[in-house]
């Protein structure tokens, strides 16, 4: 009979977004396990390989919570990225981490306030 207007869900495309660079930075971090080390330390670098990550996942449960909130701690914590670590002072270390956690904070910002007009 009637069927509901479905609407596309567009917070779906930051949360992906999300999911795919965790798992890269996962993904870089089993590099650790690739040194002649002994195996206490290459759980260590890989502990601390894995912080960022931790920080991310705790960003993105607040951004299911709060679009807002969330995807001003993307843009802050990628503004702190580039002041406080040399890698990006060169354009190829911009694009590689800072920029794709400015796109899904804005991504997070903008779908954020467009679900609640709707």
Request: aromatic share 16%.
């Amino acid at each position: 009979m009637f069927q509901a207007k479905t609407r596309p869900n567009f917070l779906l495309a930051p949360k992906i977004m999300t999911i795919v660079y965790v798992l890269l930075l996962v993904y870089l971090s089993l590099d650790s396990f690739k040194t002649k080390t002994p195996f206490s330390h290459q759980i260590l670098i890989f502990l601390i390989y894995m912080f960022p990550v931790l920080i991310l996942l705790l960003f993105l449960w607040i951004s299911c919570k709060n679009t807002l909130i969330g995807g001003s701690l993307y843009i802050i914590s990628s503004i702190l990225m580039i002041t406080f670590w040399d890698p990006f002072k060169e354009i190829s270390g911009f694009l590689a981490a800072p920029l794709p956690l400015i796109t899904i904070g804005f991504l997070f910002i903008v779908f954020g306030i467009l679900d609640k007009k709707h």
